[in-house]
């Protein structure tokens, strides 16, 4: 069973920074794409960012220029640097794996922006 265990998450004050990390019990080379979705309470979940196995990125608007995805391939972990946080940037952030059709996600890590 494959799982993804994000950590990383706290509480930051507006314009601070936080790094996310997604470790995978599988080599991530091996899905067709990762990424990092996020929901605040009383909302849906919705895309943050997406990588594909090519290394090609989608990002939200509203996370344009302030979030940056990578990946080490060695350590079989996925990122999330978020810089310029915001309070309506807090919710809960999932990591995302589609692997050989079948989705995944991590279980959560809580990120709160203080104003």
């Known amino acids: 069973q494959v799982q993804l265990v994000e950590s990383g998450g706290g509480l930051v004050q507006a314009g601070g920074s936080l790094t996310l990390s997604c470790v995978a019990s599988?080599?991530?080379?091996?899905?067709?794409?990762m990424g990092w979705y996020r929901q605040a309470p009383g909302k849906r979940r919705e895309l943050v960012v997406t990588m594909a196995g090519d290394g090609t990125t989608n990002y939200a608007e509203s996370v344009k220029g302030r979030f940056t995805i990578s990946r080490s391939n060695a350590k079989d972990t996925l990122y999330l640097q978020m810089n310029s946080l915001k309070p309506e940037d807090t919710a809960a952030y999932f990591c995302?794996?589609?692997?050989?059709?079948?989705?995944?996600w991590g279980q959560g890590t809580q990120v709160t922006v203080s104003s």
């Open positions: 599988t080599s991530i080379v091996s899905f067709n794409a």
């Open positions: 995302n794996g589609d692997r050989y059709w079948r989705i995944y």
